[in-house]
């Protein structure tokens, strides 16, 4: 046996990257998306983040990780930003980034939270708040794929006003006959709202998710309440614990 045949490949180590603000779209009143080019940037998968880091004119530096909102197919990186009032980083983000401006990145990050369509199951994807941006991923990565297996959001806002991506949500699902998409609203619901009204409870995933005999991929994302919530309930009605996937968020400064 020679040395080449025992040679495996070792991951690619993290390196700190320039990325730079190509555009920027305002998706809610507190939440922003923003269009990053990094020019060495080695591609990513569904459901992956990154990591920013900003460092101050006294060189003080803050850190934060964010899931890329983008499909693997598009040139530039999406990074969905929510505020987190009294943050560090969620503020200087939404506030004083503008387009052409650069700060550090590095990634792609995560092998556990990702889908691609290469998966033969039927695709359910919990979502509460932003927890929405890397199941966002997954769902541009299945229509840019032309990709129509039966697929289900289930998607928890406080109010429509804060349904990030709502009108691109929309219009993927009347394209696509396999892709249902289920709103609920948690505060308050405009008067014509044919949508959930509460949280999300037992009833409702009954109702909206697929069967377990199914088999589908699940994904989880949201506050840790949330997805707490979320997954006991989902195992109650008879997923297999290790089949629902979680990627959860706290209070981390922002």
């Known amino acids: 046996m020679t040395a080449t045949d025992t040679t495996v490949e070792l991951p690619r180590r993290l390196e700190w990257q320039v990325a730079e603000v190509r555009e920027i779209v305002v998706e809610t009143p507190r939440v922003k998306s923003l269009s990053l080019y990094v020019t060495d940037w080695p ?5 992956q983040h990154v990591d920013i880091r900003l460092t101050g004119e006294d060189g003080y530096q803050a850190q934060r990780s964010y899931s890329i909102a983008s499909p693997p197919e598009d040139e530039l990186i999406a990074l969905t930003v929510a505020r987190v009032d009294n943050g560090e980083v969620s503020p200087y983000l939404l506030d004083d980034v503008r387009a052409s401006d650069k700060f550090e990145l590095r990634g792609p990050i995560g092998g556990y939270f990702v889908w691609t369509i290469s998966e033969t199951r039927p695709l359910q994807l919990i979502a509460g708040g932003s927890g929405i941006a890397p199941l966002m991923a997954m769902l541009r990565h299945r229509e840019r794929r032309d990709d129509h297996r039966p697929t ?3 998607y928890s ?16 699902a009347r394209r696509d006959r396999d892709l249902r998409v289920v709103h609920a609203l948690t505060s308050t619901q405009p008067r014509d709202w044919t949508g959930y009204r509460r949280r999300i409870d037992k009833s409702m995933l009954a109702e909206s998710c697929f069967t377990p005999e199914m088999r589908p991929s699940t994904f989880v ?5 949330f997805v707490e919530t979320a997954s006991r309930l989902l195992v109650e009605l008879g997923l297999p614990p290790l089949s629902i996937k979680t990627e959860r968020f706290g209070p981390t400064g922002g």
């Open 221 to 225: 994302c949201g506050p840790t309440p």
């Open 157 to 172: 806002s406080r109010t429509a006003e804060d349904v990030i991506y709502r009108e691109e949500l929309e219009a993927m």
């Open 43 to 47: 591609g990513h998968v569904a459901g």
């Open 152 to 154: 289900v959001l289930v």
